[in-house]
């Protein structure tokens, strides 16, 4: 990565080495400096803006797991999160449990909700998986608002107290950035990591073929329900820090639609990558903020048109990126940056 020509490898230690150059490492020291300067200098609209990112840069790598590594479908990545959510809030609220204890617990919990909505993968794939897990996204809502609402406050928006790390409050946006980015490193690092381990290469196998996996000894049981619970633990991690970020709680908060959005944004970035899972969730919450903005400056110029075009402006430019990528670059952004880098490393002897 990042390697010029004329620059290779001498050891296996370096070819294993995420970071490998001193161009790479000051590149990764520039954007962790990055990220820490940033709240004393952006507002506090783009701080919004980039937590609410970060949080869904979470739950897509989750997601990256189980379909772009392991190849099973999930259409209930926001139902997952809501568990997450729900979990954070409930701890907090009625166990008093600090952050640091009820943030690992929801994602926990998830990832044990996300195991009996995998179950259905180890017999069906495909458009039926689509469809089981797509009961997620009905069933786990139903249970929340009908099952103990005493708890979960049913339909009602439920407040969440501000975080507190030994002592300390999290309760602006400045101060939920550093917490939300930190969550965001530990993620994409463990998910690199986690990606070349025998797990993460039994995932592949998995993906490209499960039979002759599991002829080679690949245990498709063991294997499928561990990328659905991995994938249900990202999730619920996004979701207690989207509980802690919003200072609230409610069903309304996951919908269908935000799972699709975060199938969308694979697709845009790159499946079976974790670059491209970061570059595809920036590239459409971007793109959404600034459908957003474009919304009431058309209104303007089409006023019997106002309401409807906002209305259907993002969903029609949304599925316009969708058809382009699925046309002109089936495989996402991160392919992209790969011959750009490619490029890189052969200049100025591309031959």
Known sequence: MYRPCGVFDETFTQDLAIVRTKAHWGLVFFALAFLVCLPALASGALLANMNAIGITIISVLGLQIVVGYTGQISLGQAAFMSVGSYTAFMLSTYLKAPFLIALPLSGLTTGLAGLVFGLPSLRIKGFYLAMATLAAQFIIPWLIVNVRPDLTGGTSTMVVQPPRIFGYKFHTQQHMFYLIMAVVVLSIYLTKNLVRTRVGRAFVAVRDNDLAAEVMGVSILRYK?????????????????????????????????????????????????????????IFIRVLDILVKAIGPWLGEFFPSLAGAATAALAPTVFGLIMMLFLVFEPRGLAHMWERVKSFYRLWPFSY
């Open 225 to 281: 329900l561990s990328a659905f619970f991995v994938s249900s633990f990202y999730a619920g991690l996004a979701g207690g820090l989207w509980a802690y970020w919003m200072r609230c709680v409610s069903v309304d908060h996951f919908t269908l639609m935000d799972s699709i959005w975060f199938l969308g944004m694979l697709v845009v970035g790159g499946m079976g990558s974790i670059s491209g899972a970061v570059m595809g969730t």
